[in-house]
Nanobody, 116 residues
């Protein structure tokens, strides 16, 4: 069993930055490919980024490539999402999930609001 808790969301102006964190419980965290998803109002949940168990492989949606960076610290059971050059269309609830590509575990989500 894995529990995921996101933090770090908030209100930021367009062009600003935020860093999201996802703290995981469970001994098997380091074995999982971890991912971030987001869901904007009235839209379906969409993939944002993923990172392999060692941190060596990362994957991004085209919409965030070059602006977002996913990373992980297995010693801290935490995965991060550094978001730069934020746009109003990045406004959404962001969820941490594992394992990728077929998540069984989801966090409760953290709200990110980008004002233009």
């Amino acid at each position: 069993q894995v529990q995921l808790v996101e933090s770090g969301g908030g209100l930021v102006q367009a062009g600003g930055s935020l860093r999201l964190s996802c703290a995981a419980s469970g001994r098997t965290f380091s074995r999982y490919t971890m991912g971030w998803f987001r869901q904007a109002p009235g839209k379906e949940r969409e993939f944002v980024a993923a990172i392999g168990w060692s941190g060596g492989n990362t994957y991004y949606a085209d919409s965030v490539k070059g602006r977002f960076t996913i990373s992980r610290d297995n010693a801290k059971n935490t995965v991060y999402l550094e978001m730069n050059s934020l746009k109003s269309e990045d406004t959404a609830v962001y969820y941490c999930a594992a394992p990728i590509p077929n998540p069984q575990y989801w966090g409760q989500g953290t709200q990110v609001t980008v004002s233009s």
